[in-house]
């Protein structure tokens, strides 16, 4: 799908300077989704960056998407410091930071993942996290496919 290798593409820079390995793994066969492609956008820079943000030099981000009987999958991983399970349940909360010395540190505001969790529910998706401090987290993204015969991206 075309938004998602040129949000991958926009982010490479910044992942080389940081000396991270980044690719797109995208199905040939990928149905399209119905939805608006700036917010999606928002959502898929927002996660992607936040991958690249906290994976350090050495670390990989893979973005993975693939289709379901009804839907897209877009699974984002990385090898990254990842979150604290106690912290897993409110990542989607507005304000919440895992750690303030390390959001002080790399910047961010606490809105990114509520506002991208804002914009997947808008559009009849589903986002879940899942993550292992000092191995990593994966961002899985449902979203339904297009239900109706209408202009294709």
Do not use: W
């Not at 090898?79 to 349940?89: A, F, R, S, T, V």
């Not at 010395?101 to 589903?126: F, N, W, Y």
């Amino acid at each position: 799908i075309k938004l998602i290798n040129d949000c991958v593409e926009h982010l490479r820079q910044e992942a080389i300077k940081k000396g991270l390995t980044i690719e797109a793994d995208s199905s040939p066969d990928l149905p399209f989704i119905e939805g608006d492609p700036f917010r999606l956008e928002q959502v898929l820079v927002n996660i992607i960056g936040n991958a690249v943000k906290y994976t350090p030099s050495g670390g990989y981000v893979k973005v993975i998407t693939r289709a379901l009987e009804n839907d897209v999958m877009i699974k984002v991983i990385d090898n990254g410091i990842g979150i604290p399970k106690k912290d897993l349940p409110r990542v989607f909360d507005r304000f919440h930071r895992v750690d303030k010395a390390r959001s002080r540190d790399l910047g961010g505001s606490g809105l990114g993942l509520s506002i991208a969790k804002e914009i997947v529910d808008a559009h009849g998706g589903k986002i879940d996290i899942s993550s292992v401090v000092n191995k990593g987290t994966e961002v899985r993204i449902i979203l339904p496919i297009e239900r109706s015969e209408g202009e294709k991206e």
